[in-house]
């Protein structure tokens, strides 16, 4: 059975950093390629990074120069840094991977940017 954990979510004042974790087990996490999404209050999930299984990587034009996707290939989790936190970044953040056509989402971590 997929699983997908999603952690490390908060609520962080303007500026700050917080790193999320996208643990994942019941599948070869190294064929896959993994992809970080947030969803903001009221409005639809969009896609924040991605990084594939030869570590090509892409990012959103909003979290580019501030946010640093990763993967572990032996701890089988992918990681989102996220430095100088806005409050336009606040939203649930979700991990995606794409199996066999089918998509897997993990339950998500809420992440508040707030003064």
């Known amino acids: 059975e997929v699983q997908i954990v999603e952690s490390g979510g908060g609520l962080v004042q303007p500026g700050e950093s917080l790193t999320l974790s996208c643990v994942t087990s019941?599948?070869?996490?190294?064929?896959?390629?993994i992809q970080w999404f947030r969803q903001a209050p009221g409005a639809q999930r969009e896609l924040v990074a991605g990084?594939?299984?030869?570590?090509?990587?892409e990012y959103a034009d909003s979290v580019k120069g501030r946010f640093i996707v990763s993967r572990d290939r032996y701890k089988y989790t992918s990681t989102l840094q996220m430095n100088n936190l806005k409050p336009e970044d606040t939203g649930e953040y979700f991990c995606?991977?794409?199996?066999?056509?089918?998509?897997?989402w993990g339950q998500g971590t809420r992440v508040t940017v707030s003064s």
């Open positions: 990084i594939g299984t030869v570590r090509n990587i």
């Open positions: 995606k991977v794409r199996i066999a056509g089918i998509v897997h």
């Open positions: 019941g599948f070869d996490f190294n064929r896959y390629g």
